[in-house]
Every structure is written in C-alpha cells, then in structure tokens.
C-alpha cells in the first residue's frame, strides 16, 4: 500500500486533504501538523509521496528537499500554498515536483497523487533478488538494511539486518526467527531492500544468518519437493574454505568480489556485472562469481563495451 504524508498546519484543510487522499484505492494518507513532525514521521516510515503546504510555522516547507537528499530518498512532493506567487521562484523545476495555489479542488489533488504513484511504481524495478539474497549479501558486506516483502494480498514483512547480522522480523503475528523462516524464500513476493535510516530497534534474532539460512533452504525443499535444487539458489554463501592469504592476487579478488556485492544492494547491475567480471579474470573457477554473473545475465545485464572515438581513444 502507496503512504502519502500531508503536511499542513490548518487542521481543517489538512484532514480534509488526507481523508480524500486516503479513499484512493491503494493509498494510506498520514497527517503532520508542521516541519518537525513531518520529520519525524519520515525517519519512522518514509512515504511515496509528499503534500506539503509551504508557509509552515516552524519551517519552510520547501526544506523537506532538502531533509529528502540527506536521506537519500527520492520521492515525488506536491506542494500547495495561498502565496504561491511568492515562492514559485523557490521550487526547483524537476518532474517530481508540482505546485499548486490554494484552494485545490480535492479531485485534481487526488488525481495527481494517483499520477506520480503510478509514474513512482512504472519505473520501479521488481527487485531480481529474494528475501535469503538480499540477507547473504547484507551480511557479507556488514551493511544495515530494511527488507520488506509484499503479497499484494495486504500482507507484507520485514526483515531488519544491522551492520551484518539478522536482528529482526516480522511477517503477520509472527516475530523473529520465525518469521524470518516464512519469509526467506516466500514465492510470490515483491522485494525491495533499502538502507536501514532509523536503528536497528530491539533485537529478536540471536540465531547466525548462515544456521537461519540453511534451516530456512531445508524448510522450503520439504514443502515444495523440490529436494537438492534448492542450494542451487543460495548462490552467495561463500566457501566454507578460507582461501590462502599469500595467493597471489587474493586482496584483489576480495574487492572486486566486495564491489560487486556493493552494487547489487545499490541496484546498480552493470556496476556490479562489471566488478564480478573482473574478480572471475582473477579466480575463474570461483562458483559463487560465476553464478552471480549468470543471475546477472538472467537479467539482460552484460558487459559494456567503450565506445571507440575517431582518434582511437574511448568515449
């Protein structure tokens, strides 16, 4: 479900705006009656999309750019103001960005809140990676991060990875491992991992993400038959052999292999092809490389080649 924040510090105007915001199929409207509330529910749950009024009596409402690029978040904002002669000029021109003059018609409100959802799920990539994927490459690189699962059937679940280690989960009335066990190869879901921008909370999972990963494997082959197969998908588990530090080209291969991992939780593919590629020209009987590059490839990812220019150089 889409969560939309308005942000206004007239009452009235505010709930009249989230309730009819909240009707739309599909959509949670959220109320925040100034600048500091507004905050504060963006680091609690960032939303989809923003309607803010810009005269607001702690700040301008304009600044939430800027609270949005300290959080990395990029995310459509609609602002609405009585004085919007006066700060037009302040509004950067970007697509994701609307300004209207009050009053608004509720209808034309709502049907650009339903314009930029579309457009912000249109250009979403479904995510190439599962629940396990995502935990095996978090915990290699030692990252924080937010892995939510969604059913489209209102269901939804999350696991919680802080600074490398499973801490949490959550998926219905289920907390923790168990949770984790239900949702690590879940079919049917739509995965999205994000950096974890809030702490981590109380932890609920003591269990390593390797003893919670093989269980889950173990589980999941018991319920669909699907017997040995099943290890063929835990492509990032590494070797339960350490390689020899004196190997030549070892600190080499550890961070192109380090790189890669990096760019897949960056979504950035072909970075990541391109690291890969280049740890498998040091180890090419590396298992675990080789069948990223092949997930990869699954993808319609290759490598890039340089363009060359007239006078023999690279483009």
């Known amino acids: 479900m889409a969560l939309v924040l308005v942000v206004d510090d007239e009452a009235v105007l505010r709930n009249s705006m989230a309730r009819g ?11 925040a009656a100034d600048f500091g509330a507004a905050l504060r529910m963006l680091d609690e749950r960032p939303p989809d999309l923003i309607v803010s009024d810009i005269d607001l009596p702690d700040r301008m409402g304009i600044e939430l750019l800027g609270e949005l690029g ?32 009050k009053p608004v018609p ?13 457009q912000r799920v249109g250009a979403s990539t479904p995510a190439p990676f599962g629940v396990a994927d995502y935990v095996q490459l978090a915990c290699m690189g030692r990252h924080s991060v937010r ?15 802080h600074e490398g280690e499973i801490w949490s989960a959550s998926h219905g009335a289920l907390r923790g491992a168990a949770a ?39 589980c999941h082959d018991e319920h669909t038959s ?32 380090e790189a890669g991992i990096d760019a897949l939780l960056a979504k950035d593919y072909q970075g990541a092809f391109a690291s890969f590629l280049a740890a498998q020209a040091l180890r090419p009987e ?28 690279t483009a």
């Open 21 to 31: 915001i909240g009707r739309l199929e599909g959509v949670e409207a959220v109320e």
């Open 106 to 118: 509720l209808e034309e409100l709502r049907k650009l809140v339903v314009k930029h959802l579309e």
């Open 226 to 257: 699907r017997g040995p197969e099943m290890s063929a998908e835990l492509i990032f588990v590494e070797d339960d052999t350490e390689a020899e530090e004196t190997e030549d080209g070892t600190e080499d291969f550890e961070q192109h292999w």
């Open 70 to 101: 300290k959080r990395a978040l990029s995310l459509p904002v609609i602002f609405v103001s009585a004085y919007l002669r006066a700060f037009r000029a302040q509004i950067p021109p970007r697509a994701n960005i609307e300004a209207l003059e």
């Open 180 to 218: 984790f066990m239900e949702l690590a190869f879940a079919p049917d879901a739509r995965v999205a991992c994000s950096r974890l921008m809030t702490g981590a909370g109380p932890r609920e999972i003591e269990e390593s993400a390797d003893f919670l990963l093989m269980e889950a494997a173990r």
């Open 286 to 313: 590396d298992a675990k490389v080789h069948a990223n590059l092949e997930r990869l490839r699954s993808m319609g990812i290759e490598a890039v080649t340089p363009a060359i220019t007239r006078e023999g150089g």
């Open 147 to 161: 892995i939510e699962s969604d059913f489209g059937d209102g269901r939804k679940g999350v696991v919680t990875v």
